[in-house]
């Protein structure tokens, strides 16, 4: 079992940048692809960003191309997502997710940490 826990989030206000960490536990982490996805209230769960075993490919939903950049670190079992230019807009729960190689779909998931921007 993978163990998944984010942090970074927090209060900004629009137009700053916020760092969102995850840090994974359990497993081999080079064996899963990693994403995030965020939800606000009332509303679906929504991908964010993809990034590959390696980190190689990089896939972003089209509301955040260009301001979000996801990365991970191997080494430390770490994946990362840096916000730059927030919005309102980008107000939700960011969820952490692994998928394993051999999976269809994301396996793994963790608790989710709030991200406010203000206007």
Known sequence: QVQLVESGGGLVQAGGSLRLS???SGRIFSSYAMGWFRQA???EREFVARVSRT???TYYADSVKGRFTISRD???NTAYLQMNSLKPEDTAVYYCAAQ???SSQYDYWGQGTQVTVSS
């Open 74 to 76: 191997n080494a430390k």
């Open 22 to 24: 995850c840090a994974a």
């Open 100 to 102: 394993y190689y051999s």
């Open 55 to 57: 980190g190689g490919a």
């Open 41 to 43: 209230p009332g509303e």
